[in-house]
């Protein structure tokens, strides 16, 4: 990606589909509603940087892609999942702020209401379009978020990468199958293999995900302890190996491990520190866990 400049202190980056998008738009004589759309998602993310921002988070850089724009931060399930939630829909909200502000305008003649119109749907289209359930869009953030009040994160990573994908082959579809009855959408067949090919290599980075999860586990720990939780048990027999048990773990719960022996009695309550010390030992994550601590 190529680096553009920065806007409150955060670096803003080009992905090359993006520019070649532009310069596609602006060959076709759309230069000012390309310029507007540029600055609607630019707003957009924004509106997801001084939210993280709010929330003390460091933001790395924004991203301008194809489909619109991602605001990448260095928190990754560390931090609630209400913070995410909020950061994330404060792009959308700031689509629906200009939509009202075009409104206005218009109601007091400072604009037209052509413009106006274009204006707003131009809006209604990023907000709603990143509000589909496909990461990394803004309503794929949220599915996770979502999905991991009630699912360990392992199965959370999973399901959402493998519906990405879908929904992702999805749009390609849609994208071929308007080709064959009204035309070629070359914007929503690169939108689709962008995306298809993001949450490819999601797909196959799953486990680093994963491992970043229980890295950060530490800090949710202690953010967990400091404001008073409930503990989630997960009750499992000491054949279990360490490596299964990690991956019941969920994002907004901190567990006590009760290990049972075959009659039904508790033999041994394990916090989850010792079994994060002993996953991040290649040699010993694989054992069973009545061989390292019964």
Same mark, same amino acid.
């Given at each position: 990606m190529s680096k553009w400049n920065r806007l409150f202190g955060v670096p803003i980056r080009f992905h090359p589909l993006f520019s070649i998008v532009i310069l596609l738009s602006i060959l076709?004589?759309?230069?000012?509603?390309?310029?507007?759309?540029?600055?609607? %998602?630019l707003i957009h993310e924004l509106g997801h940087v001084m =939210?993280?921002?709010?929330?003390?988070?460091? %933001?790395?850089?924004?991203?301008?892609?194809?489909?619109?724009?991602?605001a990448v931060v260095d928190e990754m399930a560390s931090v609630p999942a209400w913070q995410e939630i909020i950061v994330t829909l404060s792009g959308p909200l700031q689509n629906g702020m200009m939509m009202v502000a075009a409104l206005v305008l218009q109601s007091t003649g400072v604009i037209s209401g052509e413009w106006s119109a274009y204006f707003i749907q131009a809006n209604m289209y990023v907000a709603l379009f990143n509000l589909l359930p496909i990461l990394p869009l803004d309503g794929g953030k949220i599915m996770q978020c979502v999905l991991s009040f009630w699912l360990p994160y392992q199965k959370v990573i999973v399901f959402s990468c493998? =519906?990405?994908?879908i929904l992702s082959i999805l749009l390609l579809l849609a994208a071929a199958f308007h080709t064959?009855?009204?035309?070629?959408?070359?914007?929503?067949?690169?939108?689709?293999?962008?995306?298809?090919?993001?949450?490819?290599? =999601?797909?196959?980075?799953?486990?680093?995900?994963?491992?970043?999860?229980?890295?950060?586990?530490?800090?949710?720990?202690?953010?967990l302890v400091r404001q008073g939780t409930l503990a989630q048990p997960i009750v499992v027999d000491g054949r279990r190996k360490v490596t299964e048990i990690v991956r019941l773990f969920m994002r907004e719960k901190y567990h006590l491990v009760y290990v049972m022996d075959e009659r039904g009695a508790i033999r041994i309550v394990l916090p989850e520190q010792p079994l994060l010390q002993t996953y991040f030992n290649e040699t010993k994550r694989g054992s069973?866990?009545?061989?390292?601590?019964m």
């Open positions: 076709a004589g759309y230069f000012i509603e390309t310029a507007t759309l540029f600055g609607i %998602v =939210a993280a921002k709010n929330f003390g988070w460091r %933001v790395k850089e924004i991203q301008l892609l194809p489909f619109g724009g991602v493998v =519906a990405s994908l064959w009855y009204g035309g070629f959408q070359l914007n929503l067949f690169m939108i689709g293999l962008f995306l298809f090919y993001s949450n490819w290599y =999601a797909y196959k980075g799953m486990s680093y995900h994963f491992m970043r999860f229980l890295i950060h586990r530490g800090d949710t720990y202690h953010r069973a866990i009545s061989e390292l601590f």
